[in-house]
């Protein structure tokens, strides 16, 4: 009995040493990203190489606002993020009418919207660009946040978990008078918090991120994002890699900030997936 007590802590010790040795080994790249991002140009490539700026500098991120446009980047960027969680709801509207609504043809529309998770976005993207096109809103932020307010994989999801809502609840408020928008603010909602945050990051992600799309559509500098002015600036700045860390830095750490305040709800969504 001791004996196998002793090989089990010893297997524990194995586990996380791995553990922690692989979690060095995957920072490691991000450490060095950040680290870079406050040092001077030529303290970048310097032999040998330093993990922590020796002349810690903000000059970096100075010249990212200053002489890159990044204000611009980032306004966009944000707008493309505040209208992708406006369609966050929208698609949460919608599944929840595919859950708990009965309508005529609701499973062959519910089929339909699944069908189009099986075909690739860049398929779709020179069709949508030339109804845009026809509308006239080409070069317009309207072109660049409108196709992305309606996304099948997050109809999909809400569905799912709008289904575990049970009907009686619904009903229940329904009979104290309770009107449909009442119920799915109030009621609904707060219940698919879990869901909710992880559709919420994983918009985030997209918006900030968004890349292809906004290329695409707009040809005026004054409406590209983040992702594509950091990209311009790896064509402009080639050598420059203190300021082109700091250009990565500056798109990765939000990512990781908004992922910390959601993981307990994330954690809480898969307990209850296990109830369930």
């Given at each position: 009995m001791a004996v196998a007590k002793k090989q089990n802590k010893l297997e524990k010790y194995f586990v996380l040493a791995l553990l922690i040795i692989g979690g060095i080994a995957?920072?490691?790249?991000?450490?060095?990203?950040?680290?870079?991002?406050?040092?001077?140009?030529?303290?970048?490539?310097?032999?040998?190489?330093?993990?922590?700026?020796?002349?810690?500098?903000?000059?970096?991120?100075?010249?990212?606002?200053?002489?890159?446009?990044?204000?611009?980047?980032?306004?966009?960027?944000?707008?493309?993020v505040f209208f992708s969680f406006i369609g966050l709801l929208f698609n949460a509207m919608a599944g929840y009418g595919f859950a708990k609504y009965s309508f005529k043809g609701r499973e062959k529309v519910f089929y339909l919207v699944l069908a189009t998770m099986m075909i690739p976005g860049q398929v779709t993207m020179i069709p949508v660009y030339l109804i845009l096109n026809q509308m006239g809103l080409t070069n317009t932020m309207t072109g660049i946040v409108l196709p992305g307010l309606a996304v099948a994989f997050s109809i999909f999801l809400f569905r799912q978990f709008?289904?575990?809502?049970?009907?009686?609840?619904?009903?229940?408020a329904r009979l104290d008078g309770a009107g449909e928008f009442y119920i799915f603010f109030k009621l609904v909602v707060p219940i698919a918090k879990p869901i909710f945050a992880v559709q919420g990051i994983l918009t985030f992600i997209a918006g900030w991120n968004s890349f292809l799309w906004p290329l695409i559509i707009a040809n005026d500098e004054s409406l590209y994002t983040l992702s594509v002015g950091l990209s311009l600036l790896q064509g402009q700045y080639a050598n420059n890699f203190a300021l082109q860390m700091a250009g990565a830095a500056f798109m990765v750490v939000p990512i990781i900030i908004i992922f910390s305040f959601f993981q307990k709800y994330i954690v809480e969504g898969f307990t209850m997936s296990g109830i369930k």
């Open positions: 995957v920072s490691i790249p991000f450490i060095w990203m950040i680290s870079s991002s406050f040092k001077p140009e030529s303290e970048v490539l310097s032999i040998p190489p330093t993990i922590l700026p020796d002349n810690p500098t903000l000059d970096n991120y100075i010249s990212l606002f200053t002489g890159m446009n990044f204000t611009v980047y980032l306004r966009n960027t944000l707008i493309i709008m289904t575990t809502v049970p009907d009686d609840l619904i009903e229940a």
